[in-house]
Nanobody, 122 residues
Framework: QVQLVESGGGLVQAGGSLRLSCAAS????????MGWFRQAPGKEREFVAA????????YYGDSVKGRFTISRDNAKNTLYLQMNSPKPEDTAIYYC???????????????WGQGTQVTVSS
């Protein structure tokens, strides 16, 4: 199992920027893919972005393409989500998770963090 802890959330104005981090511990030797999901109140969990273990393959949800960038630093066991030009509709709790392959399907992710709140004001 892998333990994940998100950080970096907070209040940001629309058009600003924010970087989320996800620190992994435990069985980090497994070459897992990782992803970001988000969930707003009253809505289902939504796929944001995913990245392969090597970082050479990334996948983004349509709503964030061109604005968010996913990256990882395996030496630091850390996953990142750079949020540029965030919009109020990006407001949600953001979760990181691990999977055996790059995918947008939440059910295929095994380990999840507790989430970090991101609030985008207009």
């Amino acid at each position: 199992q892998v333990q994940l802890v998100e950080s970096g959330g907070g209040l940001v104005q629309a058009g600003g920027s924010l970087r989320l981090s996800c620190a992994a511990s435990g069985r980090t030797f497994r070459r897992y893919a990782m992803g970001w999901f988000r969930q707003a109140p009253g809505k289902e969990r939504e796929f944001v972005a995913a990245i392969s273990w090597s970082g050479d393959s990334t996948y983004y949800g349509d709503s964030v393409k061109g604005r968010f960038t996913i990256s990882r630093d395996n030496a630091k066991n850390t996953l990142y989500l750079q949020m540029n030009s965030p919009k109020p509709e990006d407001t949600a709790i953001y979760y990181c998770a691990t999977a055996v392959a790059v995918t947008s399907v939440a059910a295929l992710y095994e380990n999840w963090g507790q989430g970090t709140q991101v609030t985008v004001s207009s």
